[in-house]
């Protein structure tokens, strides 16, 4: 940018390297959190509920599939 400036491309005004180099910085800055937003937690409750959810599915699946395979549901839920 400061080369456009340099071959009159971009028009030089008072302060015009400071706000760039500003923005420049806070870009960069914005581009680094992104990988700390990626590697976040995921909040305490939401992993419990998961959780709720996954163990009712395994206790209620051999009840579920009895109806159609009979006594062979509880040893096929467990594979």
Known sequence: ALEG???AALRDS????ERLLRELTQIR?????????????????YVQLVQVLVDS????APVALY???GALSI?????
């Open 29 to 45: 800055a914005e581009m680094f959190s992104i990988g700390d937003f990626q590697a976040g937690r995921m909040p305490l409750a």
């Open 14 to 17: 008072p302060g015009f390297e």
């Open 57 to 60: 599915l395994v206790i209620i």
């Open 5 to 7: 400036v340099d071959h």
């Open 75 to 79: 040893p096929l839920c467990g594979l």
């Open 67 to 69: 109806a159609k395979l």
